[in-house]
T-cell receptor, first 114, second 117 residues
């Protein structure tokens, strides 16, 4: 079965410090991995994705993620957090015929304190 | 970038009534759209895949007669919650698959908050 795990319900970090939001996956075949951010009462906004190629993927708003096949991880990172980064972050894997279906992790709430 | 809209953004209805939620891709055509449901402080759960011109494909455990999906055109999919009950209260989010400039990804709508009294 396909699954995505985000082991941390919440991550707290001070503004200006680096942040990491963890994600591990379990899929059959090659994974297509995504990170989305959700602000309160809003839909999901695309941050970045890994399909193939370079393991380090750079995305929107200064975020990046590193695909690690041996550890089956796709952690989201940012060198210097902003208060405005505070939101709910979802890791997702795309599977299925034509790779249409998304399976989402449980989400991690990021709190960046000034 | 690609934009997906949903209407309404919020709806409150009485138990037993039906509610229709629209999902539109504003600047691209989407042969495939998806409907998700999100409970408070939980992740998104895929309900169904909506295919233009054909029947929707429902995930296991989702009642197709309760959650009617119609993908009438390449830019519009609708979700109708029939005979709504308080337990149907949730945040419903749609997404549309876009193939733009050689990149295949999904874009999400802003969501619809349904409250059934």
């Amino acid at each position: 079965a396909q699954s995505v795990a985000q082991p941390e319900d919440q991550v707290n970090v001070a503004e200006g410090n680096p942040l990491t939001v963890k994600c591990t996956y379990s899929v059959s075949g090659n994974p297509y991995l995504f990170w989305y951010v959700q602000y309160p009462n809003r839909g999901l906004q695309f941050l970045l994705k890994y399909i193939t190629g370079d393991n380090l993927v750079k995305g929107s708003y200064g975020f990046e993620a590193e695909f690690n096949k041996s550890q089956t991880s796709f952690h989201l990172k940012k060198p210097s957090a902003l208060v405005s980064d505070s939101a709910l972050y979802f890791c997702a894997v795309r599977v299925g015929y034509n790779f249409n279906k998304f399976y989402f992790g449980s989400g991690t709430k990021l709190n960046v304190k000034p | 970038g690609a934009v997906v809209s949903q209407h309404p953004s919020r709806v409150i209805c009485k138990s037993g009534t039906s509610v229709k939620i629209e999902c539109r891709s504003l600047d691209f055509q989407a042969t495939t759209m998806f409907w998700y449901r999100q409970f408070p402080k939980q992740s998104l759960m895929l309900m169904a895949t909506s295919n233009e011109g054909s029947k929707a494909t429902y995930e296991q455990g989702v009642e197709k007669d309760k959650f009617l999906i119609n993908h009438a055109s390449l830019t519009l999919s609708t979700l109708t919650v029939t005979s709504a009950h308080p337990e149907d209260s949730s945040f419903y989010i749609c997404s549309a698959r876009a193939e733009l400039a050689g990149s295949d990804t999904q874009y999400f709508g802003p969501g619809t908050r349904l409250t059934v009294l």
